[in-house]
């Protein structure tokens, strides 16, 4: 197989080195349609990872590439400043009325400057109401919440942080999570909470921060490790006991991925201080992000008649807009969630069948349609998995020694038996492999998630 291409590029991928990887194994995407990515030298490409994470109809929906359509002879995008447009409105009406506390909603273009727009909004309250020293935030170990520097200062994950350490704020990380195999896992309703001893951790920490933010139980960076849902709510309770706003990073999770509008709301039953979507929003058509705000914050702002700044150019886009709005018509008029709560227990099948198949799978985890498995392999024989995986027309790209799927959800129902099948023929040849004693590929990509 030759996957070499000769070509130098002048584009410096994301989380790649400069040159190197341009002499390794990258896929010229000609086209994109339905779940498969088109490619110039593999054909067909089946996106077992929605272009990492965004697109849950798959590529060139027509319901949301007629929506862009139809917006185009309109306008693209307007100032948003003493200016609106009624697709925005509607679409700020329909997130805010996911919940019942919420009442605003700001608009930026990608997840990590939602979660800074959410950063900031927290502290700012605090500023306003004579509190300025509660400066920290407290998250999880495991925890992503972006790449720009404010939310590294929140990343539980040290490969993202090392280099940028002098620069970071110095925060609060709640150790020792209680992780589960999905939502039959018994620790997933009871995790044996120690409330003495995070009572204590909250006593002494939340004086100084702001808020405690979380991914709504899936920590997808971290290699799809799934929370125990008891912990979850237990830490959230205490940390509104002690007063802290609790921001939820549904930017992978929300907006269908688990099966459901709001994971917070709707599977976690509590509506958080601020919320941020992306990715799904808009299908992940066009970069749109949404801050979705609890009335206790803007009442603040409110209070001290106080403007907010984030004055990013593109917010409110309606592009964006028009495609986020046709998405939720989507969710609204479709069976889709149930087809996902279904597809759950079809994945928790396929991947216990794998587990049983191959001995080098150590556990297996699955919630909505996210389903990971665990390897025990030499790293260098992880690295290939890519590789093999463009053989057998899947794109599969692990984190660490985790092999995960998050496909299109469209067509879950249809898609679960090709995953099926292409994930065996991929695991065969591993299994192959390490009857070899590994001499197969070089290690062609570096994989980070
Ligand atoms: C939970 C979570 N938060 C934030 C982000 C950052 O989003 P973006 O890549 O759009 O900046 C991601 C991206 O993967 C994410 O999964």
């Given at each position: 197989m030759q996957l070499i291409d000769t070509q130098l590029s002048s584009t410096w991928f994301p989380a790649a080195k400069p040159d190197k990887d341009n002499n390794q194994f990258n896929l010229e995407v000609t086209a994109a349609q339905g779940s498969y990515l088109v490619t110039a030298k593999h054909g067909e490409i089946y996106d077992a990872i929605s272009s990492w994470w965004c697109k849950p109809l798959g590529h060139c929906h027509p319901i949301i590439t007629k929506s862009i359509r139809e917006q185009l002879k309109l306008f693209e995008h307007h100032i948003p400043a003493k200016s609106w447009n009624s697709n925005i409105e509607k679409l700020s009406k329909r997130l805010v009325q996911i919940f019942t506390q919420m009442d605003k909603v700001i608009y930026a273009s990608d997840g990590s400057s939602a979660v800074e727009i959410a950063m900031k909004l927290s502290y700012e309250t605090r500023v306003l109401e004579q509190?300025?020293?509660?400066?920290k935030y407290i998250a999880l170990?495991?925890?992503?919440?972006?790449?720009t520097i404010f939310t590294l200062g929140v990343c539980g994950i040290k490969y993202y942080k090392t280099n940028y350490s002098g620069l970071l704020q110095d925060n609060y990380f709640i150790e020792d999570i209680p992780y589960v195999d999905?939502?039959?896992?018994?620790?997933?309703?009871?995790?044996?909470?120690d409330y003495n001893y995070w009572n204590n951790f909250f006593t002494h920490t939340?004086?100084?921060?702001t808020a405690l933010i979380i991914e709504?139980?899936?920590q997808g960076a971290a290699g799809m490790k799934i929370i125990s849902r008891d912990f979850l709510i237990k830490i959230i309770n205490l940390a509104r006991n002690h007063n802290l706003h609790i921001i939820a990073d549904?930017?992978?999770?929300?907006?269908?991925?688990?099966?459901?509008?709001?994971v917070s709301k709707e599977l976690l039953n509590f509506e958080p201080d601020i919320v941020c979507f992306a990715k799904n929003l808009t299908a992940g058509a066009i970069p749109m992000s949404a801050v979705v705000i609890n009335h206790s914050i803007s009442q603040v702002f409110r209070k001290h008649q106080k403007a907010f700044l984030h004055?990013?150019?593109?917010?409110?886009?309606g592009l964006a807009a028009a495609a986020a709005n046709s998405y939720l018509d989507y969710l609204d008029n479709s069976n889709i969630l149930t087809q996902v709560k279904l597809a759950e227990i079809k994945l928790i099948e396929i991947m216990n069948d794998l587990k049983n198949s191959f001995a080098f799978i150590k556990q297996t985890r699955v919630i909505g349609t996210i389903a990971a498995l665990e390897l025990n392999l030499p790293i260098r024989m992880l690295e290939d998995i890519f590789n093999i995986g463009i053989e057998e027309q899947i794109y599969l790209r692990p984190i660490g020694n985790t092999l995960y799927i998050m496909p299109p959800i469209y067509n879950i129902k249809h898609d679960l038996e090709l995953i099926q099948t292409k994930l065996h023929l991929v695991l065969q040849k591993i299994s192959t492999l390490i009857n070899k004693n590994?001499?197969?590929?070089?290690?062609?990509c570096r994989h980070v998630p």
């Open positions: 509190q300025a020293y509660r400066s170990n495991g925890a992503y919440h972006g790449e999905g939502q039959n896992d018994p620790l997933w309703l009871d995790c044996n909470f939340a004086q100084n921060a709504p139980l899936v549904e930017i992978m999770v929300g907006l269908g991925r688990l099966g459901y509008y709001s004055s990013h150019t593109h917010s409110c886009n590994c001499n197969y590929l070089p290690s062609k």
